[in-house]
């Protein structure tokens, strides 16, 4: 998977990245060592991850005490 990383809206122009003549498939996100990297290289998508992980926790904690 391969993330454009641009802050172009219209990515028409763009050509489809190959490896050894197999299409690579353009998505999104992608996630590189723990972190989500987005295409408009952003935090949203991360921090929207951490809370979503921060809360989880929060709630497992409430049920254990």
Do not use: C, S
Not at 5 to 29: A, N, S, Y
Not at 32 to 53: A, C, R, S
Request: without cysteine.
């Amino acid at each position: 998977m391969v993330v454009p990383f641009t802050r172009k809206r219209d990515l028409r122009g763009l050509k489809e990245p190959t490896i050894l003549g197999h299409i690579l498939q353009l998505t999104t996100k992608v996630k590189y060592l723990g972190i989500i990297l987005d295409k408009g290289l952003t935090w949203k998508t991360q921090l929207k991850n951490m809370m979503n992980k921060a809360y989880k926790a929060l709630d497992l904690y409430r049920h254990i005490w």
